[in-house]
């Protein structure tokens, strides 16, 4: 399975249910790396999204506890166990897409994470782990630095270590 998502200096996510800034840029790298798999959001994640929709060309599917939630175009799972057994052996083309609480619970997972650093700090009340300080990843690939709006990013790629 696989991460994607972008954060500031701080490695601060989002606030007040959306993302921290609207870099097209991002947009485009998300959508190409995404298309034609399969994606894991969390319920508000699912609802940040323009017209609380599924995103179109890829399979998606939304955790939740609510048992009478039924949003178009998603798949729908209630716990860890049940997402698991939905995806089967095969999680290779699986992409966790946030938001915080998920992605916490799934980068057990995961081995690789498509971080997109953002080189700026935001008010934020959601937050990812400093990969940077765990030692069970590693940089394998780094972008060329890129600046829209007069906001600089680069995307990086990090990967489990093999022990
Ligand atoms: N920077 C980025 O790349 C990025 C990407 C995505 C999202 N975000 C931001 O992250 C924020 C949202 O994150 P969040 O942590 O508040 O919410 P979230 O992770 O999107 O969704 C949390 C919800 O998912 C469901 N859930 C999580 N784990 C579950 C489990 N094991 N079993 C069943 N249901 C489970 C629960 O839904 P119920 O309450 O329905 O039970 C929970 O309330 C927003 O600000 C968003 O813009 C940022």
């Given at each position: 399975m696989q991460l994607i998502l972008a954060a500031d200096k701080n490695w601060a996510i989002g606030k007040d249910g959306d993302l921290l800034v609207s870099l097209p840029g991002d947009m485009k790298f998300f959508r190409k790396t995404t298309s034609g798999k399969t994606v894991v959001m969390g319920r508000a994640t699912l609802e940040s999204l323009p017209g609380k929709k599924a995103l179109p060309?890829?399979?998606?599917?939304?955790?939740?506890?609510?048992?009478?939630?039924f949003p178009e175009g998603c798949e729908i799972v209630h716990s860890i166990d049940e997402l698991m057994e939905l995806l089967g052996e095969n999680t290779d083309d699986v992409l966790v897409m946030g938001g915080a609480k998920v992605y916490e619970e799934l980068l057990p997972y995961c081995d690789t994470c498509w971080i997109t650093k953002i080189d700026a700090e935001f008010p934020a009340d959601r937050h990812f782990r400093n990969l940077d300080a765990d030692e069970d990843f590693e940089v394998t690939w780094e972008s060329e630095p890129m600046e829209e709006n007069g906001i600089g990013y680069r995307f990086l790629k990090y990967e489990r270590k093999n022990d």
């Open positions: 060309k890829r399979r998606n599917i939304v955790m939740t506890t609510r048992t009478n939630y």
